[in-house]
Nanobody, 128 residues
């Protein structure tokens, strides 16, 4: 059973930065998942994809939502089984609960249906 734990959330002012981490356990190699990604959900809104990374191919590829392109960077450390999301130039509209996810099947990397495993989330609050 894959287990994901997020950390690194907090409260910052607009223009600030945060780095989220997602520590994974229960899988031992890349064949256990195809995609890992970050999603967020603001109160009263649907969960939306922020960034996803695929393990397909030699280095995989990363996909970002248009709203975060140029500001957020997703990276992973396979040796530590950890996924990161560096968030810069944060805006109040980035305020949400952020979730880490992992999936074993091919699908659109920013769709929730692509992922089977989810963490509990970490709150990010950006004040103006």
């Amino acid at each position: 059973q894959v287990h994901l734990v997020e950390s690194g959330g907090g409260s910052v002012q607009a223009g600030g930065s945060l780095r989220l981490s997602c520590s994974g356990s229960g899988y031992t190699n890349n064949s256990d998942y195809i995609y890992m990604g970050w999603f967020r959900q603001a109160p009263g809104k649907e969960r939306e994809g922020v960034a996803g990374i695929s393990s397909i191919g030699s280095g995989g590829f990363t996909t970002y939502a248009d709203s975060v392109k140029g500001r957020f960077t997703l990276s992973k450390d396979n040796a530590k089984n950890t996924l990161y999301l560096q968030m810069n130039s944060l805006k109040p509209e980035d305020t949400a609960m952020y979730y880490c996810a992992a999936g074993r099947h091919v699908g659109p990397p920013l769709w929730t249906s692509t992922y089977e495993y989810w963490g509990q989330g970490t709150q990010v609050t950006v004040s103006s």
